[in-house]
T-cell receptor, first 114, second 114 residues
């Protein structure tokens, strides 16, 4: 079974530029999550999708971050404009059902904002 | 809001030593509790979980018991190996309305010396 795929693996941009990350979850997984992991900290949930609907985006900085999951499969996370403090690893995870089920994580995208 | 506190690292042990990594949590509901592990150069993966009070999760020789009275979920292993060197994250999921994103601790870096 293929795992969660993410691209790109690394991205370096200047502040105020925009950037987008892509995630392809495990086939058949209805739930998709985006997390932000700043160096030295644990991952922080940004947004959760159930199929193509948003379940929780309470910690998403909506003035600069946006995410979509068209057709309930792939997802993109965008930052526009980026700030220095957005430098982090962005992790995508998927699971087959809601509570109590294992979340499978992708390798992450490491973003550096200069 | 929900939070997870775990012991700071790095924790350095000799091979075959006994391991305890402390984890305590704060949650409004009845959370599920998890330990995730990140081996060098790899993504996050689930190590073990417990979904209700007094449950014991176990995997690969690691164990953790869900203690509601002390709001704790300490990770233990009787005899560690060099291959256990990794970063360990305690996490909870306090699902409400289907929102079951994980709240993570900051992680504990474990180093096992031969």
């Amino acid at each position: 079974e293929a795992g969660v795929a993410q691209s790109p693996r690394y991205k370096i941009i200047e502040k105020r530029q925009s950037v987008a990350f892509w995630c392809n979850p495990i086939s058949g997984h209805a739930t998709l999550y985006w997390y932000q992991q700043i160096l030295g900290q644990g991952p922080k949930l940004l947004i959760q999708f159930q199929n193509n609907g948003v379940v929780d985006d309470s910690q998403l900085p909506k003035d600069r971050f946006s995410a979509e999951r068209l057709k309930g499969v792939d997802s993109t996370l965008k930052i526009q404009p980026a700030k220095l403090e957005d430098s982090a690893v962005y992790l995508c995870a998927s699971s087959s059902r809601g509570a109590y089920n294992e979340q499978f994580f992708g390798p992450g995208t490491r973003l550096t904002v200069l | 809001g929900d939070s997870v506190t775990q012991m700071e690292g790095p924790v350095t042990l000799s091979e075959e030593a006994f391991l305890t990594i402390n984890c305590t949590y704060t949650a409004t509901g009845y959370p599920s509790l998890f330990w995730y592990v990140q081996y060098p150069g790899e993504g996050l993966q689930l190590l073990l979980k417990a979904t209700k009070a007094d449950d014991k999760g176990s995997n690969k020789g690691f164990e953790a018991t869900y203690r509601k009275e002390t709001t704790s979920f300490h990770l233990e292993k009787g005899s560690v190996q060099v291959s256990d060197s990794a970063v360990y994250f305690c996490a909870l999921s306090d699902s409400g309305g289907g929102a079951d994103g994980l709240t993570f601790g900051k992680g504990t870096h474990l180093i096992i010396q031969p």
